[in-house]
């Protein structure tokens, strides 16, 4: 069936360091990419998400670009702050999202000052 | 736009008792989806429903569980004689057909005595 590997976190990097959480991804046919988050006391957001191959989803500062020859949707972010300490969630759906999402395990991401 | 709005945000019970979770999604969005998420997991996929028609069920979803939307508008996930392992956070999620991704509630959060 069709599933998400995350990386394995805890993730704790300085503030102002460069951040990828890594999301690997198997499924029939091609699905669509997204990255929710989960700051801590709030529910699931949306971060950002691809559509289609090689098409690159961006949001405050992260992006991710939809790799199709890995199959892969690594999230990015140059220079992190303190704020986006959170649980992050990589996740596929069909249908353009319209259909059940499949998630990773989540990697929680601390960022120190 | 008000969000996803999850009732009640905690539920405490003894096992064997039935509970009840109401959602209420986005309005204008046709399909509400619950999923169920413990602790350090990424959310599970139970169902799903397009207006009032359920159109998939997970394996997860045991002959002891049951969610109806009977108006196409809010959904309710009931739970009869609960067990120690359905402790868990349920979340409700809603979307249009139009292509626009899941909208995620609080979820409400169910700890079994």
């Known amino acids: 069936g069709d599933s998400v590997t995350q990386m394995e976190g805890p993730v704790t990097l300085s503030e102002e360091a460069f951040l990828t959480i890594n999301c690997t991804y198997t499924?029939?046919?091609?699905?669509?990419l997204f990255w929710y988050v989960q700051y801590p006391g709030e529910g699931l957001q949306l971060l950002l998400k691809?559509?289609?191959?090689?098409d690159k989803g961006s949001n405050k500062g992260f992006e991710a670009t939809y790799r199709k020859e890995t199959t892969s949707f690594h999230l990015e972010k140059g220079s992190v702050q303190v704020s986006d300490s959170a649980v992050y969630f990589c996740?596929?759906?069909?249908?353009?999202?319209?259909?059940?999402?499949?998630f990773g395990t989540g990697t929680r991401l601390t960022i120190i000052p | 736009d008000t969000g996803v709005s999850q009732d009640p945000r905690h539920k405490i019970t003894k096992r064997g008792q039935n509970v009840t979770f109401r959602c209420d999604p986005i309005?204008?969005?046709?399909?509400l989806y619950w999923y169920r998420q413990t602790l350090g997991q990424g959310p599970e996929f139970l169902t799903y429903?397009?207006?009032?028609?359920?159109?998939?069920k997970s394996r997860l979803l045991s002959d002891r569980f049951s969610a109806e939307r009977p108006k196409g508008s809010f959904s309710t996930l009931e739970i009869q004689r609960t067990e120690q392992g359905d402790s868990a956070m349920y979340l409700c999620?809603?979307?249009?057909?139009?292509?626009?991704?899941?909208?995620f509630g609080d979820g409400t959060r169910l700890s079994i005595l």
């Open positions: 996740a596929l759906a069909f249908n353009f999202g319209n259909e059940k999402l499949t």
């Open positions: 499924a029939t046919g091609y699905p669509s």
């Open positions: 429903f397009q207006n009032e028609a359920q159109l998939e």
């Open positions: 999620a809603s979307s249009q057909q139009s292509g626009q991704p899941q909208h």
């Open positions: 691809a559509t289609k191959a090689d």
């Open positions: 309005s204008e969005h046709n399909r």
